[in-house]
C-alpha cells in the first residue's frame, strides 16, 4: 500500500485560513495528478481540487477564488491553501494521488469551520 501523509487541518472561526500538506514519498510524483477531495458524514467524498501532472489546476465551483492548490515536485507534496472559509467547508479532508488506474488515498485530516 501505497503511503501518503497529510498533515495540516484544525479547527478555524468562519473567514480564517487554514494550510493542508500532503507528501507523496513512495511515488513517481510528476506522472501523477494530486489533489483533494473532502466528505461530511452521511454524504459522498466530493472533489475540491486538483493539480494536473502538467501543472493545470482545477477546482470545484464552491472553493473557487478562496483556495489554492499548489505541488512542490522536489519535496513531492500538495499544499491546499485555504481562506475565507466557511462553515459548510467543514469535513475531512482526503489527498490522492493518480496515475492511470492507480489511485492512492491518504488517512484524511479534520477540517472544523465554526464560531
Known amino acids: 500500500q501505497v503511503r501518503l501523509v497529510e498533515s495540516g487541518g484544525g479547527v478555524v472561526r468562519p473567514g480564517g485560513s487554514l494550510r493542508l500538506s500532503c507528501a507523496f514519498p513512495?511515488?513517481?510524483?510528476?506522472?501523477?495528478?494530486v489533489g483533494w477531495y473532502r466528505q461530511v458524514p452521511g454524504e459522498q467524498r466530493e472533489f475540491v481540487a486538483v493539480?494536473?501532472?502538467?501543472?493545470?489546476?482545477n477546482y470545484a465551483e464552491s472553493v473557487k477564488g478562496r483556495f489554492t492548490i499548489s505541488r512542490d515536485s522536489a519535496k513531492k507534496t500538495v499544499d491546499l491553501q485555504m481562506a475565507s472559509l466557511k462553515p459548510e467547508d467543514t469535513g475531512v479532508y482526503y489527498c490522492?494521488?493518480?496515475?492511470?488506474?492507480?489511485?492512492?488515498w491518504g488517512q484524511g485530516t479534520q477540517v472544523t469551520v465554526s464560531s
Open positions: 493539480s494536473m501532472n502538467n501543472a493545470d489546476t
Open positions: 513512495e511515488i513517481v510524483f510528476r506522472f501523477y495528478d
Open positions: 490522492k494521488a493518480s496515475w492511470g488506474p492507480d489511485n492512492y
